[in-house]
């Protein structure tokens, strides 16, 4: 998933648009984006649409963002929205590995209850919005088996920091927010899945999206969330391969097929080895996800 566009969920007149936004994924949200009060509503639009959905038109995933655990908001979202079956939760201010799990005891039963398939629906927690989260990343490398990828978050954690802002006068992330982003990266390759980076807050300056994201994927996310259906198509792009890294990942790959047993070998003037196949592998799967090939 490349993008992943975040909608209220009390604005049920923008789901439709947001599933016509060319994200990879729409996320409907509980949390933040809603008030408290406005709560109530949000769930029942959320199941509405969700329940809308024919059977077989699942081809846009649709998550929603619950409210944290450790709130009494949680199950009831879970509650109110899993009969319509989306196709996971985001699970925002995640503090530790065992809210994870406690997560997944909740799925399984309110499953159980809606005759769904155990595991059906996925998970992705923000795993560095609070202070305790960052140094209890360890925690979540052992991950429920419907955890789909970790991303994070910045801006509560400036909150919870007491933090002026979070980003210097270039728009770069300051050095604690730096660290967990590369954190959430170590965890979820630990982990054993992608990394979706943050939202970028910026609508109109579309070209620092794109530089933005693409220095994402170089670091080694594999998507994006995303605020505005304004960024959907710099996240996009940024996070597909471009023809040239497609031309040289088929090479790699060809020239290890015809040199079987060897673990390195030169390839127009450089040394590869495995990590470099392991890497344009990646790359092509990448290519055939977003359909360049």
């Not at 077989?56 to 009831?76: C, D, M, T, Y």
């Not at 660290?179 to 390759?189: D, F, G, I, N, W």
């Not at 015809?258 to 290519?287: C, M, T, Y």
Request: glycine share 8%; hydrophobic share 50%.
């Amino acid at each position: 998933m490349r993008s992943m566009l975040f909608v209220p969920g009390d604005r049920p007149d923008r789901f439709v648009k947001a599933e016509a936004s060319g994200a990879d994924a729409v996320i409907l949200d509980l949390e933040d984006a809603v008030a408290p009060e406005r709560r109530p509503f949000a769930r029942e639009s959320i199941a509405a649409h969700l329940a809308a959905r024919p059977a077989g038109a699942r081809s846009l995933p649709i998550w929603v963002r619950i409210n944290p655990i450790q709130s009494a908001e949680a199950l009831a979202d879970l509650v109110a929205v899993l009969p319509g079956r989306p196709d996971g939760v985001v699970l925002p201010k995640a503090c530790h590995g065992d809210d994870l799990h406690r997560l997944d005891h909740w799925l399984e039963a309110l499953e159980s209850q809606a005759g769904l398939e155990t595991g059906c629906t996925r998970v992705i927690p923000m795993v560095t919005e609070t202070a305790r989260a960052l140094l209890s990343m360890g925690s979540f490398v052992c991950l429920p088996a419907r955890v789909a990828a970790l991303t994070w978050g910045a801006e509560d954690l400036a909150t919870e920091l007491g933090a002026l802002g979070n980003r210097d006068a270039a728009g770069e992330y300051e050095l604690p927010y730096a660290l967990a982003s590369s954190l959430t990266l170590y965890a979820a390759s630990a982990g054993g899945v992608p990394a979706i980076d943050t939202v970028d807050t910026e609508i109109r300056d579309v070209e620092a999206v794109e530089r933005r994201a693409r220095a994402s994927r170089r670091a080694g996310f594999v998507g994006k969330l995303a605020i505005h259906p304004a960024q959907v198509a710099a996240l996009n792009a940024a996070f597909t391969p471009s023809a040239a890294e497609v031309a040289q990942a088929e090479q790699v790959r060809a020239a290890f097929a015809a040199h079987p047993g060897v673990g390195a070998f030169r390839l127009d003037g450089r040394l590869v080895d495995r990590p470099h196949l392991l890497q344009a592998e990646r790359v092509l799967a990448a290519a055939q996800a977003a359909g360049r090939r």
